[in-house]
């Protein structure tokens, strides 16, 4: 049963474009949320991360937006470039758990043409 | 290049060796995790060691056998593996394990079962 319901599957956007992840979960218990970008060939690496009594972050140009009531949170990328082409995961976990466990969401496969 | 490294790169092996696969960190973190990623999937938790205790079992197969001989070290020995235990090996470490802080993944273990 997967904690973190991750969506789209897939998308393709033009350079510039704004590619959008959404992200829901179920169990209120989780407190940090953070993405990890993978590229081909590479582990994942931490991209930026939120706590839900910030309703939004930005790094340069990726912005996560969070919807505590709803229980969504999203991740934006602004200017998109073909560097950014890449899978994406959002995750979810408690502060307070020992070992770190991290709930992935399914992946989101982004490609950004030229 | 990463903080946490990763040997060997690809691994190809009979069903009946045994080989073992090794990670490495210098950035004095005291959690160290194995993680199995199939194609177009998410990590999947395997273990947890904390302060070289081993923490977290995801109900794994005794034919994974984890050890952390030191801060710095995690292995994962295995034998007599199954075709589906083909995948990609992440390794991944924290400070200390607590849920918000970042973990830092390894470029991974292609293994392939023959």
């Known amino acids: 049963q997967q904690q973190v319901k991750q969506s789209p599957q897939s998308l393709i956007v033009q350079k510039g474009g704004i590619p959008i992840i959404n992200c829901a979960y179920e169990?209120?218990?989780?407190?940090?949320f953070p993405w990890y970008q993978q590229f081909p060939g590479k582990g994942p690496a931490l991209l930026i991360a939120?706590?839900?009594?910030?309703s939004e972050k930005k790094e340069g140009r990726f912005t996560i937006s969070f919807n505590k009531s709803a229980k969504q949170f999203s991740l934006h990328i602004m200017d998109s470039q073909p560097g950014d082409s890449a899978t994406y995961f959002c995750?979810?976990?408690?502060?307070?758990?020992?070992?770190?466990?991290?709930?992935f969401g399914a992946g989101t496969q982004v490609v950004v043409t030229p | 290049d990463t903080e946490v490294t990763q040997t060997p790169k690809h691994l190809v092996m009979g069903m009946t060796n045994k080989k073992s696969l090794k990670c490495e960190q210098h950035?004095?973190?005291?959690?160290m995790y194995w993680y199995k990623q199939k194609a177009k999937k998410p990590p999947e938790l395997m273990f947890v060691?904390?302060?070289?205790?081993?923490?977290i079992n995801e109900s794994v197969p005794s034919r994974f056998s984890p050890e952390c001989p030191n801060s710095s070290l995690l292995n994962l020995h295995l034998h007599a593996l199954q075709p589906e235990d083909s995948a990609l090996y992440l390794c991944?470490?924290?400070?200390?394990?607590?849920?918000?802080?970042?973990?830092?993944f390894g470029d991974g273990t292609r293994l392939s079962i023959l």
């Open positions: 169990n209120t218990a989780f407190d940090y």
């Open positions: 995750a979810a976990s408690i502060r307070g758990d020992s070992w770190g466990k991290l709930q």
């Open positions: 939120i706590r839900p009594d910030v």
């Open positions: 991944a470490s924290s400070q200390d394990g607590q849920g918000d802080q970042p973990q830092h």
């Open positions: 950035m004095g973190h005291r959690a």
């Open positions: 060691y904390s302060y070289e205790k081993l923490s």
